[in-house]
């Protein structure tokens, strides 16, 4: 007879007692996985979640980008060319420009192939006065797209027609100005004109702004063979790069500047830049609303872990003290019959150490499994395998049994040190 | 084989001292089947305590087999119980949740067998005590009668120098206590010494030497002869 062998048939004959026992050291070992194991959940769960909202944002920072560029397609045009000596204050103020190039320059930069420019538009723009109408307006000649050189730049198709001699195309406030529509006829300096096109408002100049034959804008103008711009449109930068852009045209054409025509660019990175800012401070308000949870939850844990442990201990003392006093004539006699009282004591400290290796096992799977559950990693997710911890299993392994013998050290010295006599004389 | 020099024994509850014995001297040789009568509270269950090595007298000695039982630690005296000494009780204090076989084995929990195969040495118990086909039961499932025997088969089971027995035959019907008393002569014919405490004067009248307690002290003391003179005069 050996005292694992005691211990095994005492355990079974007073399975309730010790299934009990195992109960709290199953809750203590089981809060304390589950707190360690929810908490790297947690952080494991966080790291998912903002590599999810980090490439959703490269997602939609590309379906972003390609919106921006089919916008600007309808919109207008990127950058504007413009001769050396043009004043930018003169520009703004007028709304036109006042100094003139060679109409063949636009041929020259799509010629020299300027990689970052696509689709040239020449122009010539001014504000004349429309005598039919008793009013000045503000012209702009246009030829269409001048064809750039195939080998680099794309084969789409022009997106800009030209316009016909002949007629002309009209702003949407300037046309109700006028109250002309769509093909009506109207008359502008002597000469009769189709009106082929009223754009719809876009909340620009282009509203009240009309548009000719690039010919015809020369004749009236007084410019044959003059333009005063060239736009670009897609242009493949940013807006901090216009810098690189008016270095290429120069070494083209050395007496024109770059000016960056409407705020699309910026307002394309810009928008670019408050979106990747706004998904930042998105990824950051999840990570700092995580952050404070897994705060909370660990705050938690400090206090149910300790409380559990200690509870276990408590009731795992308690029910050995109730153990010991149900089992005192047993030890009565055992002592009477020759076990000492060091055997009596290890025996009480196996049951107790066995009661903490059955309580640790099934604590730990409930552990992880539950605290993995709560951090939303269940058992089967992507990354649930990093969460089971081997320093970890090992530590509940070992400390769930030295809790409990820790626990049930004082009962089981009580029965060690009971007096065979005393419990002889009560029977 | 007993020798007992002069052993007195206090009990202190709040303020009373109750003397439970009171100078007694009393030597028991081995191969004596002794009785232990008296009225309750006369000292009975104190001297087999005392003698077996429970209970420290406040004055005096005990002598086992020659040995000084109190002036071994307690360690060695443990050991020297669960070696030299049984012990049978009326309420016989089995172990609930043990086999009749792990019960009978349960001496081994203190020390191994010596020079032999506990196991065969149960079997032979078992046999002894007709407890064979009963060797897988719990306590509970079997005849008083029965859990005395198992009782009986434990203190032989070191074949000890010395068996004490507190009232064996209390709660058993007259066939069962035979039995015990039966086994407990042939202990002592085979060169043991039995100290019975019993109340029963019929379970006395097996003894060689029947002795009197009263009040802690050593009233009577009659040998073999006194107790075949009496079953002739009965």
């Known amino acids: 007879m050996s005292v694992f062998r005691l211990s095994i048939q005492e355990i079974v004959h007073r399975k309730l007692s010790f299934m009990l026992g195992l109960l709290s050291v199953m809750i203590a070992v089981g809060v304390l996985v589950g707190a360690v194991t929810m908490l790297s959940g947690h952080d494991l769960r966080t790291e998912q979640l903002v590599a999810q909202k980090e490439a959703q944002t490269r997602e939609e920072m590309a379906r972003m980008e390609d919106d921006y560029r089919r916008i600007m397609k309808d919109m207008g045009y990127n950058v504007l060319v413009l001769h050396g000596d043009q004043s930018l204050e003169e520009l703004q103020r007028l709304g036109y420009p006042t100094h003139y190039m060679p109409e063949d320059y636009a041929q020259r930069l799509a010629d020299e192939k300027v990689a970052s420019l696509n689709h040239l538009l020449p122009l010539l723009q001014e504000r004349v006065s429309w005598p039919e109408m008793e009013r000045e307006v503000l012209l702009t000649g246009v030829r269409g797209q001048v064809p750039i050189y195939e080998g680099m730049k794309s084969k789409r198709p022009p997106i800009m027609d030209p316009v016909e001699d002949g007629e002309i195309k009209l702003g949407s406030d300037l046309a109700e100005e006028l109250g002309v529509s769509e093909g009506d006829m109207v008359t502008m300096r002597g000469r009769d004109l189709l009106v082929r096109e009223v754009y719809e408002r876009r909340g620009t100049q282009d509203d009240v702004t009309s548009w000719v034959s690039l010919r015809q804008a020369q004749e009236w103008m007084g410019r044959e063979g003059q333009i005063n711009g060239i736009l670009a449109l897609e242009c493949i930068c940013s807006a901090d790069e216009i810098g690189s852009i008016e270095e290429h045209v120069r070494a083209i054409i050395p007496d024109a500047q770059v000016y960056e025509f409407s705020s699309l660019i910026v307002a394309r990175g810009l928008a670019r830049q408050r979106a990747a800012e706004a998904h930042e401070t998105a990824i950051e308000q999840e990570m700092h609303y995580r952050a404070g949870l897994r705060e909370e939850r660990r705050a938690f844990a400090s206090v149910l872990v300790p409380v559990a442990a200690v509870g276990a201990g408590a009731w795992v003392m308690f029910l050995m003290l109730a153990n010991v006093r149900e089992r005192r004539a047993e030890i009565g006699i055992l002592r009477a019959i020759g076990v000492s009282g060091r055997k009596i004591h290890s025996a009480f400290l196996l049951k107790a150490a066995l009661m903490g290796i059955a309580g640790g096992v099934a604590g730990l799977i409930a552990g992880v499994i539950g605290g993995a559950w709560l951090s939303e990693v269940p058992p089967g997710a992507e990354g649930f395998a990093t969460l089971i911890d081997v320093r970890l299993l090992v530590a509940a392994l070992i400390g769930a049994p030295l809790l409990a013998a820790v626990a049930s050290w004082l009962p089981a010295r009580n029965a060690a040190r009971q007096d065979p006599a005393l419990v002889l004389q009560e029977e | ?234």
Request: glycine residues 10%.
């Open chain 2, 1 to 234: 084989m007993v020798r007992i020099d002069d052993v007195s024994k206090v009990y202190r509850t709040g303020g009373e001292q109750v003397r439970a014995l009171d100078g007694v001297t009393l030597e028991v040789g081995a191969g004596e089947f002794t009785a232990v009568q008296g009225p309750s509270g006369c000292g009975k269950t104190t001297l087999l305590l005392a003698v077996g090595g429970l209970l420290e007298p406040d004055h005096g000695r005990v002598l086992v087999d020659d040995e000084d039982v109190y002036a071994l630690p307690l360690e060695r005296r443990a050991q020297f119980r669960a070696l030299k000494i049984g012990f049978v009780f009326q309420q016989f204090h089995l172990v609930p949740y043990l086999s009749v076989r792990d019960n009978v084995l349960a001496p081994t929990l203190a020390l191994p067998c010596a020079g032999v195969d506990a196991h065969a040495r149960v079997d032979a118990l078992l046999e002894k005590f007709k407890l064979t086909s009963r060797a897988a039961h719990t306590p509970g499932e079997l005849s008083t009668g029965e859990r005395q025997r198992v009782a009986l088969a434990r203190a032989m089971l070191h074949e000890p120098r010395v068996i004490l027995a507190d009232e064996p035959t209390g709660n058993l019907d007259e066939i069962n206590a035979a039995t015990v008393l039966g086994a407990l002569a042939d202990f002592a014919e085979d060169g043991g010494t039995v100290l019975l405490v019993t109340h029963d004067s019929a379970a006395a009248s097996e003894a060689d030497r029947i002795i009197r307690i009263d009040g802690g002290r050593l009233v009577d003391d009659r040998d073999e002869g006194s107790r075949q003179d009496g079953q002739a005069a009965g």
